[in-house]
């Protein structure tokens, strides 16, 4: 049995059901759940850690993410494009995919994440290059490696731009191809345990990258197996326009036919959805992966949260892409989220403290899962801690629920753990060799995009 033991917590904030901040407490954990919370504990730990001065957090949870872009972000040629011009010229680049770049940016953009507070990472891939080899055994090996919790996804495309859709040939398979390989990535690493480290769910792209039939069946297949499923929706006006001219129906009329609602479903962005709409996710549970930054920086536009939030819609936080973000901290997410709709909705704004939970019980609710998200006995012990007595927070502390929204937190945390084991300390990487790492993931950055 492994134990964790973390000291005099100076501010606990669990995110718990009752909103609980507590102060001066230890945190006592066993092979990866807390067991104790509460004052001067009468407990030793194989690791102890020591609280004092120390602002501590559940973990972050990332429900959006593409981590192969990591090797295509801040490049001049894109910089100005709006998302379907993005991705096809985009597509010339992530056709040349490989399992060691997917290795490579997992780690980095994963290693990025945990660096700022994040414990579970939800990652969309859906570029299946033929010959690519494994690509979600790549992605699984690198969580591993960071000791990451990881929620992989069996993404996929089978429109290519011969058949009206975006992608090049050398990257969308069959239906059958697909379904075939979603039941072989399932039964491999999907585990519906609770605290598993690895789940999967079925993502196909985009309804104008995918067909209507490989939607359905992915549909079936999901629940058959008790899956989840994921895709991008109502991400721009381009869509909107595409689906109407395709298919006659706005994009979510055409999911909901497909059998894509319910709660266990969530959309990526849904940022034009119209009232109508938002009080049908709200009837069916179906959740959106909130991304503030990749939506700016695509000139997306905004998403309707503080409506989805007062109307009871699952909302989670989440990166995207890196190449539409051109980085990985979900923490610098949590403050322009709360910046970005103080800016569009002023009082009827969600509170720091309510995008906090947006990224922890909000994004364990969309994936699934209520193991995790909080700080509560019982639940797995995925946290992180910031010391206080940083500069950047002189004066700012009065407030421990908001402050990582409303101030912000630049730079690394001090503590990452997850499911009970040290992942980050003092701001460095535990478990892989960070200068290597980049030096390895720079030069395979180089050979892959001059193919």
Not at 27 to 56: F, H, K, S
Not at 195 to 201: D, I, P, S, T, V
Not at 217 to 239: F, K, M, N, P, W
Not at 419 to 424: K, L, P, R
């Amino acid at each position: 049995m492994s134990t964790l033991l973390i000291r005099n917590i100076s501010a606990l904030i669990t995110c718990d059901d009752h909103d609980s901040l507590l102060e001066n407490v230890d945190l006592y954990a066993e092979d990866g759940v807390i067991r104790a919370i509460g004052p001067r504990l009468d407990r030793e730990a194989d690791t102890v850690l020591d609280g004092t001065n120390m602002l501590c957090y559940p973990g972050l949870i990332n429900t959006h993410h593409h981590l192969y872009q990591v090797f295509s972000r801040n490049l001049p040629q894109v910089q100005n494009m709006e998302l379907f011009d993005w991705l096809k010229t985009l597509y010339e680049i992530w056709k040349n995919l490989d399992a060691d770049v997917v290795r490579l940016s997992s780690l980095t953009g994963m290693g990025e994440l945990m660096q700022h507070g994040c414990t579970t990472c939800f990652d969309h891939h859906y570029v299946f290059p033929q010959g690519a080899g494994d690509l979600l055994e790549a992605q699984f090996a690198a969580a591993d490696e960071l000791g990451i919790r990881m929620y992989a996804s069996r993404g996929s495309m089978d429109l290519s731009v011969k058949d009206g859709g975006l992608p090049p040939d050398s990257v969308v398979q069959t239906v059958d191809e697909i379904m075939a390989d979603s039941i072989r990535c399932i039964e491999r690493y999907h585990d519906p345990s609770f605290g598993a480290m690895h789940r999967l769910a079925l993502a196909p792209c985009s309804p104008f990258s995918v067909s209507a039939e490989l939607l359905r069946q992915s549909a079936i297949l999901a629940r058959q197996y008790g899956v989840r499923l994921h895709t991008h929706l109502c991400e721009t006006r381009d869509e909107e326009n595409y689906m109407l001219a395709r298919e006659g129906v706005r994009p979510l009329a055409y999911m909901e036919r497909l059998g894509w609602l319910g709660s266990d479903v969530w959309f990526a962005h849904g940022i034009h959805f119209n009232d109508e709409e938002l009080r049908l996710l709200a009837r069916t549970g179906t959740g959106v992966a909130h991304c503030p930054i990749s939506n700016m920086k695509l000139a997306s536009g905004v998403a309707r949260i503080p409506e989805m939030l007062a109307l009871g819609v699952p909302v989670g936080l989440a990166v995207d892409g890196s190449a539409s973000n051109d980085g990985s901290s979900l923490m610098e997410e949590l403050r322009v989220a709360y910046l970005l709709h103080r800016l569009h909705s002023s009082k009827a704004a969600p509170s720091g403290y309510d995008v906090l939970k947006m990224a922890t019980r909000g994004s364990a609710r969309l994936l699934g899962r209520d193991d995790i998200g909080q700080l509560a006995v019982g639940k797995c012990a995925d946290l992180f801690m910031i010391d206080r007595r940083r500069l950047a927070l002189v004066g700012a502390c009065c407030d421990p629920r908001s402050v990582l929204a409303t101030v912000g937190v630049r730079g690394a945390v001090d503590y990452t753990v997850v499911h009970g084991v040290v992942t980050v300390a003092e701001g460095r990487l535990k478990r892989i060799d960070e200068e290597k790492t980049a030096w390895e993931a720079n030069r395979k950055c180089a050979q892959y995009l001059a193919m």
